[in-house]
């Protein structure tokens, strides 16, 4: 079963390659998550709350395509790049933080903080920060 969530994972990283600052979930749990999103434009800082992340993939093109979006910048926000993300399991849950900015890991498995949701039946479940060739990020969740 893990190989071949790894070789659907890499075929998902090998399609989104063509897009430039996307922010893909693939969320193979039974939970629906809630997620805080921060990147910059440049000098600039973005962010956006409450993004509903349900079960499958949930795929974001750019950061201008985020919903409950903060930007106060001058340049185009489609060209912004994430550098974390905050979350937990609906309706209730230990968050965790992911991203490529000091002080983030690109890892998180709830077993570690004994999270258990029991959206997810019980099961621990892991979270992962991937991040593609050309600004993309995938967040896998299983």
Do not use: R
Not at 44 to 59: E, P, S, W
Not at 115 to 139: E, F, L, M, Q, R
């Amino acid at each position: 079963m893990k190989k071949i969530l790894l070789a659907l994972s890499l075929a998902v990283l090998a399609a989104t390659g063509a897009k430039a600052n996307g922010l893909t979930f693939m969320n193979w749990t039974t939970c629906t998550f809630t997620f805080g999103i921060n990147g910059t434009v440049g000098t600039d800082i973005f962010g956006a709350n409450n993004v509903f992340v349900g079960l499958g993939n949930t795929v974001f093109a750019d950061p201008s395509a985020l919903p409950n979006m903060s930007y106060s910048g001058s340049a185009p926000l489609s060209t912004g790049t994430f550098g974390f993300i905050k979350g937990y399991p609906l309706p209730s849950g230990v968050s965790f933080a992911l991203g490529v900015l000091p002080g983030f890991s690109t890892s998180f498995n709830s077993a570690n903080v004994s999270s258990y949701p029991p959206c997810n039946s019980g099961a621990a479940y892991v979270a992962s920060w991937n991040p593609g060739g050309t600004g993309d990020v995938i967040v896998l969740i299983f």
